[in-house]
Each structure stands twice: as structure tokens, then as C-alpha cells.
């Protein structure tokens, strides 16, 4: 079973920055993207970045120029966000989702993290 860990959140002042780091672990032959999303409560999840095998990168309007999301180099299966001019409305809980092959079962999955908290409050 592929299980995914977040870490990272924080709380942070306006303007600064923070990065966010996703791992994920178990049998995995493929992965077809990793996104992080984000849930501020009372609204629904919004997708904030993406990033595809072939290392093509997306990002959400309300997001974009301040938010980076990468893979790790030498770590396969982890990524990161940084995310930069933190603003009090980037306030939500961030989780990291992949999918991809299993190696256990040979099956298509589709795995979420339990997610980090991201404060931005002076």
C-alpha cells in the first residue's frame, strides 16, 4: 500500500516563505503526477500545483509566481512545495496526493496525505 507523508507547515508571518515536502513509500513501479492541494475551511479543495512524471509543472491561478513545486533529485518518490510572499488567505490545511502503478498489485492508485497545517498570521 503506498502511504504519503507531508511535512512542513508551520506558522509564518506575512511575507515570508516555507517549504512543504511530501514522501511517498510502499511498492510504487510508476507515479503519473504529484499534486499538492489545499482546503481552507468552509471552501472546497483547490489544487494548487502539479507536477507530471516528465517533470512538466502546473499551478493554480491564485498561486502562481509564488509557488514551486519539485522533486527531489536523489529521493525518487518526494517532492516539495516552496512557497513564497506568504499571504494570510494561503491559511489551509496542504495535502500532497500522487497516483500511479502499484508494485503490489499491479493496479492504478490514488493516495492522499493527511495533510499539513499552513497558518500565515503576523
Known amino acids: 500500500q503506498v502511504q504519503l507523508v507531508e511535512s512542513g507547515g508551520g506558522l509564518v508571518l506575512p511575507g515570508g516563505s516555507l517549504t512543504l515536502s511530501c514522501t511517498a513509500s510502499g511498492s510504487i513501479v510508476n507515479i503519473n503526477a504529484m499534486r499538492w492541494y489545499r482546503r481552507v475551511p468552509g471552501k472546497q479543495r483547490e489544487v494548487v500545483a502539479v507536477?507530471?512524471?516528465?517533470?512538466?509543472?502546473?499551478y493554480g491561478d491564485s498561486v502562481e509566481g509564488r509557488f514551486t513545486i519539485s522533486r527531489d533529485s536523489s529521493a525518487k518518490y518526494k517532492m516539495y512545495l516552496l512557497i513564497n510572499r506568504l499571504k494570510p488567505e494561503d491559511t489551509a490545511v496542504y495535502y500532497c496526493n500522487v497516483d500511479g502503478m502499484s508494485g503490489d498489485t499491479g493496479d492504478y492508485f490514488d493516495t492522499w496525505g493527511q495533510g499539513t497545517q499552513v497558518t500565515v498570521s503576523s
Open positions: 507536477i507530471t512524471s516528465d517533470g512538466h509543472t502546473m
